[in-house]
């Protein structure tokens, strides 16, 4: 018997399906506008995309994790947040601009950096 494999994601809202992370990644009707750290395991912060299809604009929260091997770059040891050199940058939840601190946490920001690319468009 065939084993039925899971979509990467599904719309709560409107149930439109996208079968691979690439079908997602490469849909111009979704808006990644938000992201919320966990600071306890960076792996598990939740990134937002906001669906822009018509009669829907359901927001859906996906983890790090999802988007985690998309990034080759280096990865510092210590978490800088609240010090000098950190703009605050994880504390809001809509600022997904690159963070040139070298903190623990810069990699996600990294992320969202390849995430909000034409490149997958």
């Not at 719309?11 to 439109?16: K, L, M, T």
Request: glycine letters at 4%; aromatic letters at 14%; one cysteine or more.
């Amino acid at each position: 018997m065939k084993t039925e494999e899971k979509p990467f994601k599904q719309c709560p809202c409107c149930f439109e399906t996208w079968p691979t992370r690439e079908s997602f990644l490469s849909d111009n009707n979704l808006d990644l506008n938000g992201y919320k750290a966990d600071f306890e395991k960076l792996e598990y912060g939740l990134f937002f995309f906001t669906h822009l299809q018509t009669n829907c604009n359901s927001t859906m929260a996906l983890e790090v994790s999802d988007f985690i091997d998309l990034y080759q770059g280096p990865r510092y040891p210590k978490r800088r947040t609240a010090e000098a050199e950190c703009p605050g940058y994880c504390l809001d939840r809509d600022q997904l601009d690159r963070c040139n601190a070298f903190c623990e946490c810069a990699f996600v920001r990294e992320i969202i950096q390849l995430l909000k690319a034409d490149r997958f468009k």
